[in-house]
């Protein structure tokens, strides 16, 4: 009796599709994992700005996301709740729902939404929105410096973003959301809590505690600092360790527990966080280029820069307009022209789950973004200045 067919195993030319498809992307994430760590240590400039621009991409950044994700999913596991099913349900509710959602500072509120729509719960007016309405982690500043300037802003932001999205869904109905049966499939689920999960929330929680401090303007001593950069190193590359390997795109299974989630999609969050961080850094080393001049230079169009600007994904140019307008270089209506228009990290997984869906939802913050912008400009040159 022939034995072997009994014994044997298919090729890795069958293998199941999604078996080739993660080992394809384990490659490629892999590949970047590489370049980055040999940035990282790399002697001189280029190693010094990577490590500089990780570490503010740690503290600055991925761990205001990591605990509005925690808060959020917590959130639904404590309460069996789900907050995609919650805006599918709300109906005219929808858009204002999502606009408040997107205005909770950071940008763990806008992902969850941006979550929603690409799984068919939420119509387009909604993710609309919810990106006007966000400020990302630009809010965090605003608030602990300017607290009178962000009670202006955010609630603005989240009346905008309601009037954007039903406009949005008045027009197009839901002609353009996602759905039902042309979401994308639902992630796979993880399972138990990894130890690596477990160690990326300790030490986002840590970061936490400095990323607050940063905030508050308080000086640590120069040892804390270094502590506090090794720290911020470390959960960087946890983050992108877990990256590397993670089965998911951008979004987590539902049914996965909080940590699972807050760890899985943050870490996918930093990474583009981090090259938007170092994109910029390394054009401005080795460009020369100087936004604050550029800025100082320009009168009637620096709300438009602004607004451009905010165009560009992630929460680190924001930062940078929001560090000017404190500083006094540019006026509030380039601020306000920034916070109508930038989508802060939400925007990433936009872009890699529906790359036509996120350009379209930010070209249409551009419209209420100029017409906020140039009446503060013109009607109110002066006010929050």
Known sequence: MNHTK??????????????????????????????????AIWPGELGDI??????????????????????????????NVCLGDILRNARRLEVPIAAVLGAIPGCGGAVVVVAAYTSGNASFGAVTATLTATMGDAAFLLIAVRPEAAAVVLP???????????VIDATFGHSLSVRKGKAAVSPPMIGAVRWYHKAYLVLAMIGLV???????MINLPSKLQFLVSVLALLGAFTGLAIWVISPVRAMTNMRDRPTTRMAE?????????????????????????????AFSTVGPVLPIIAILVGFIPGCGPQVLVTTLYLNGLIPFAALIGNAISNDGDALFPAIALEPRSAVLATLCSSVPALLVAYWFYLFAPGFMN
Not at 13 to 35: D, E, N, T
Not at 59 to 78: D, M, P
Not at 156 to 166: E, F, M, N
Not at 210 to 216: C, E, P, S, T, Y
């Open 6 to 39: 009994y014994l044997s195993f298919p090729s890795v030319g069958r293998l199941h599709p999604y078996a080739q498809l993660f080992g394809r992307r384990v490659s490629r994430r892999g590949l970047v994992a590489v370049l980055l760590l040999c940035a």
């Open 50 to 79: 990577t490590r500089e621009q990780v570490v503010a991409a740690f503290i600055q950044v991925s761990v205001f996301v990591a605990a509005t994700l925690l808060l959020f999913y917590g959130t639904e596991r404590l309460f």
């Open 156 to 166: 603005l932001s989240v009346v905008v973003g309601i009037l954007s999205g039903w």
């Open 210 to 216: 400095f990323g607050v401090m940063q905030l508050a």
């Open 265 to 293: 999609e943050t870490s996918f969050i930093s990474v583009w966080v981090i090259g938007a961080y170092l994109a910029y850094e390394y054009f401005a080393a080795f460009t020369g280029l100087d936004l604050a001049d």
